[in-house]
T-cell receptor, first 114, second 112 residues
Framework: AQSVTQLGSHVSVSEGALVLLRCNYSSSVPPYLFWYVQYPNQGLQLLLKYTTGATLVKGINGFEAEFKKSETSFHLTKPSAHMSDAAEYFC????????????FGTGTRLKVLA | DSGVTQTPKHLITATGQRVTLRCSPR?????VYWYQQSLDQGLQFLIQYYNGEERAKGNILERFSAQQFPDLHSELNLSSLELGDSALYFC???????????FGPGTRLLVL
């Protein structure tokens, strides 16, 4: 069975500060991992994904994440927060064959302080 | 714009009623997934269809059903609605050999 844990349902950072959103996963098979962002009253937009290959993946809007198998983690980072980054962020895991259904974490709401 | 469309955007109905939510996947995508997002349950996978066939089932209630039609659009049918069914329902689609899902804008269902 697969599961995802996102530590911190709410995270506040100052504008220009480092953003770090934590995601740990559990999977009995090598996982595919994703980060999505949801702005108010909108759908989910893909930020980045890890499937195979390079463990440091870069996404849109300056975000990146590193797959660490030994730590079963896939934390999302951005060097400098912008006001427009305020949103809810979801980490998801899927299998790598058969169904690619997602198991989502509970989400982290990011607040950016001026 | 993800290329996935969902109708209607909003739906208000009463307990005991039945509604149908519609999803059109991105052009060429064979897989359609349905998810429910609620405050208490978060984002939960409901069901997946691939090229017209059910591929996987998640936490979908027996009162809910879905299908995918030959033109690949999908419908999620919710019946005997209860207050607790009020939620945002997302559809996502993916290509046959890829794992990345693209989400529609969602249908917000309010059961009164």
């Amino acid at each position: 069975a697969q599961s995802v844990t996102q530590l911190g349902s709410h995270v506040s950072v100052s504008e220009g500060a480092l953003v770090l959103l934590r995601c740990n996963y559990s999977s009995s098979v090598p996982p595919y991992l994703f980060w999505y962002v949801q702005y108010p009253n909108q759908g989910l937009q893909l930020l980045l994904k890890y499937t195979t290959g390079a463990t440091l993946v870069k996404g849109i809007n300056g975000f990146e994440a590193e797959f660490k198998k030994s730590e079963t983690s896939f934390h999302l980072t951005k060097p400098s927060a912008h006001m427009s980054d305020a949103a809810e962020y979801f980490c998801a895991v899927s299998g790598t064959s058969g169904t690619y259904k997602y198991i989502f974490g509970t989400g982290t709401r990011l607040k950016v302080l001026a | 714009d993800s290329g996935v469309t969902q109708t209607p955007k909003h739906l208000i109905t009463a307990t005991g009623q039945r509604v149908t939510l519609r999803c059109s996947p991105r052009s060429g995508d064979l897989s359609v997934y349905w998810y429910q997002q609620s405050l208490d349950q978060g984002l939960q996978f409901l069901i997946q269809y691939y090229n017209g066939e059910e591929r996987a089932k998640g936490n979908i209630l027996e009162r809910f059903s879905a299908q995918q039609f030959p033109d690949l659009h999908s419908e999620l049918n919710l019946s005997s609605l209860e207050l607790g069914d009020s939620a945002l329902y997302f559809c996502a689609s993916s290509g046959g050999a890829t794992e990345t899902q693209y989400f529609g804008p969602g249908t917000r269902l309010l059961v009164l």
